[in-house]
């Protein structure tokens, strides 16, 4: 190896690569699989939605935006917003390039090195190593099955340090689907306010509950100028390439974010901006639907889990189930390489979300209801073997 890498950073050298496109690019390499492992909505984006942008172009939209992006996207953010109960105003939002670049700039706004960062485990596969670069010490916090895999204040709590800044939040859950309701939020903001944490709450599938309303802990007394919220379009539009994502924040900390947004993004292409604003004015019933075929999808792959065997916690929000394969004796990662082999579905083993999650694998049910039948199927077969 030439000795020039061995002066690249030793921080970004030590994160290990995704272990979720470990399992993708096996996958790609097989013919006949069924990925139950992508985290993408299956629906293409709505044509008005694609039309606005063809428009835009048409019109000689091709320039730069303002850093926070177009006033009448960042307006009609903050319109949405109003309808979970949050009162945010157009100067409080940026548009960023994805959820991912806004839990980015967050997090390295908000920390500074030393810095503890509390996130609920099973997690997100980003929050580590954003955590990392931006000079925080990751800290999990169990979450269990039996709570549907809630944060609870007595799990909290027993992670609290003096120094600890900055909890996450990703409700509804990836990979789990679980939820929190305004109660459990009630439970967990108490702690937040005694220990002067800031909270990063990563609600890009907010849309996606299908039990009751979601609850943003920054509607909750005393929690917003504490909050720095992060959604976007990709799940509930079905816009994950368009990159188009956004944070809201008291001014005070979105400055702070807005620094570093110039600097090494200036702006969210504005294209995908104007696509993002038709979809807010006018995608509502196109995102209801895809929202009530989730549903169906949710039942059918639960119901499937549960005959053949397998414990499955019911995911209430978000597009993945969760199951336990620790009855079949093998470790996450065995039973999804064997299942992959075996029958040719793709799923992701859930210790690469964490300590937490070993013991269960993630499936997205972000697939037709003809291909969940038929990987249902196939992992039954795959038990079969195993017994």
Not at 158 to 185: F, Q, W
Request: net charge negative; glycine share 8%; with cysteine.
């Amino acid at each position: 190896m030439n000795p020039l890498y061995d002066r690249l950073s030793p921080v970004v050298k030590s994160i290990p690569p995704s272990g979720i496109r470990r399992f993708f690019d096996l996958a790609n390499q097989m013919e006949d699989v069924i990925s139950l492992g992508v985290g993408e909505p299956d629906f293409v984006t709505p044509w008005h939605v694609r039309e606005a942008c063809f428009y835009s172009l048409e019109r000689g939209f091709t320039t730069y935006t303002s850093n926070k992006g177009l006033p009448e996207l960042r307006s009609a953010i903050a319109d949405y917003l109003h309808g979970f109960n949050l009162n945010y105003h157009p100067e409080e939002v940026v548009v960023t390039v994805g959820g991912s670049e806004a839990i980015d700039i967050a997090l390295r706004t908000l920390l500074v090195p030393g810095d503890e960062v509390l996130i609920p485990e099973p997690a997100y596969v980003s929050y580590n190593p954003c955590t990392i670069l931006a000079g925080g010490t990751p800290v999990g916090v169990p979450t269990y099955a039996e709570d549907e895999f809630r944060l609870t204040a007595d799990s909290l709590r027993a992670k609290i340090t003096p120094r600890s800044k900055v909890l996450i939040l990703c409700y509804p859950s990836n990979p789990t689907g679980a939820i929190m309701s305004e109660t459990d939020l009630k439970a967990i903001a108490e702690v937040v306010i005694e220990h002067d944490l800031f909270v990063l709450s990563d609600e890009i599938y907010a849309e996606l509950t299908y039990e009751g309303t979601h609850c943003s802990i920054a509607s909750l007394p005393g929690m917003k100028e504490r909050t720095v919220l992060i959604s976007g379009m990709s799940k509930a539009f079905a816009m994950t390439g368009w990159r188009i994502g956004y944070a809201v924040a008291p001014q005070e900390i979105l400055n702070v974010m807005l620094k570093i947004h110039q600097y090494t993004i200036l702006c969210a292409p504005i294209m995908g901006q104007m696509a993002a604003l038709e979809a807010l004015r006018n995608g509502r019933a196109e995102k209801e639907k895809m929202v009530e075929r989730y549903n169906q999808r949710r039942r059918l792959i639960v119901k499937g889990f549960r005959e053949m065997g397998l414990a499955c916690h019911e995911p209430k929000g978000a597009f993945y189930a969760f199951p336990d394969i620790r009855s079949t004796g093998l470790t996450s990662e065995e039973f999804a390489e064997g299942l992959l082999n075996h029958s040719r579905v793709a799923v992701v083993p859930g210790n690469v979300f964490g300590d937490g999650g070993e013991g269960f694998v993630r499936c997205s049910y972000a697939t037709s209801v003809e291909q969940i039948q038929k990987a249902l199927e196939r992992i039954d077969d795959f038990l079969q073997t195993l017994r």
